[in-house]
């Protein structure tokens, strides 16, 4: 089994480049999609956040309100911390069963948005990092989240930096390009991977 950490920052186009992959035949393993699921409505991360934030993060339905939550964390890095210590040993627990189910000869894709931040490269064979400038990031996140430049600018420098990322990094996909010029990428990296496995 080849383990791979697929990181990058918001906007930098991680999430294509996961879809791509699975396409081609790697399991995908979604940090993100897992953090939504270990936070939803009647699960205890969800009531340990509501007693931390208070219920005005939560929807009138009862589900987290990500938007509101993030105005909140983004703002102010000792919240965030607080956050990340409710949801990511969850997320640790159920990446691990998923594991635990992957065939022998699986190359698992480890889609990581803060693979950097939480010095978790250590964990992979293969580190790939999908790099964007930072106004091609911002202008994504406005144009794909909804969210107003100075949001889409607090999100991005509440990340790791491009330049600590690249240092982790055994393969760089630039993807300061079109959706072909990144498809062409993918192609070599998946070639790179199963040579690898």
Not at 43 to 57: D, H, K, N, Q, R
Not at 169 to 194: H, K, M, P, T, Y
Request: proline share 4%; net charge negative.
């Amino acid at each position: 089994m080849l383990r791979v950490g697929l990181t990058g920052g918001i906007g930098s186009g991680k999430s294509e480049v996961s879809r791509l992959l699975s396409g081609y035949g790697a399991l995908v393993i979604d940090a993100d999609q897992i953090a939504r699921e270990v936070v939803e409505p009647g699960t205890p991360a969800l009531a340990e956040i509501a007693a931390e934030f208070g219920t005005g993060v939560l929807t009138p339905e009862g589900a987290l309100d990500r938007p509101k939550l993030g105005e909140i964390v983004f703002a102010d890095k000792k919240r965030l911390e607080r956050l990340n210590g409710i949801v990511h040993p969850r997320v640790g627990e159920r990446t691990a069963e998923l594991m635990e189910q992957a065939p022998d000869d699986a190359i698992v894709v480890y889609d990581v948005p803060l693979l950097v931040e939480n010095g978790l490269g250590s964990m992979y064979d293969v580190v790939v990092v999908v790099d964007a400038p930072e106004d091609v990031q911002v202008e994504r996140v406005v144009s794909n989240r909804d969210m107003s430049r100075e949001q889409a600018r607090a999100r991005v420098r509440a990340q790791a930096t491009r330049e600590q990322r690249r240092a982790v990094a055994d393969i760089v996909i630039d993807n300061s390009g079109d959706l072909e010029n990144l498809s062409r990428q993918v192609v070599d990296v998946w070639e790179e991977l199963r040579k690898r496995s």
